[in-house]
């Protein structure tokens, strides 16, 4: 069993930048394929991004790609999101997940492929 959690969320302007940090315990973060997923009040649970578990492939929702990069750090069992150009839209919890999974292309939106989350943290983009 693997425990996450998430770091870096905070108050930023819209265009500027984040780098949210999702550090993980109890088990090898490499044993896992990651995603991102955000939720705004009201609103369902969105994918953000997903990593494979050596960091080789990457997948992305649509509302974020060309501006948020994930990546991971399997030595330091942490994985990351550089948010950039944020805009309010992007104002959410954003929560990290790990999958026993191995996930291709838009597998990784399924958030039901995930068994462990974070608790989130939280993102306000102002206008």
């Known amino acids: 069993q693997v425990q996450l959690v998430e770091s870096g969320g905070g108050l930023v302007q819209a265009g500027g930048s984040l780098r949210l940090s999702c550090a993980a315990s109890g088990r090898t973060l490499s044993s896992y394929a990651m995603g991102w997923f955000r939720q705004a009040p009201g609103k369902e649970r969105e994918f953000v991004a997903g990593i494979s578990r050596s960091g080789s492939i990457t997948y992305y929702g649509d509302s974020v790609k060309g501006r948020f990069t994930v990546s991971r750090d399997n030595a330091k069992n942490t994985v990351y999101l550089q948010m950039n150009s944020l805009k309010p839209e992007d104002t959410a919890v954003y929560y990290c997940?790990?999958?026993?999974?191995?996930?291709?292309?838009?597998?990784?939106?399924?958030?039901?492929?995930?068994?462990?989350w974070g608790q989130g943290t939280k993102v306000t983009v102002s206008s």
């Open positions: 997940a790990a999958s026993t999974y191995v996930i291709s292309g838009s597998y990784y939106s399924e958030n039901w492929r995930y068994s462990y």
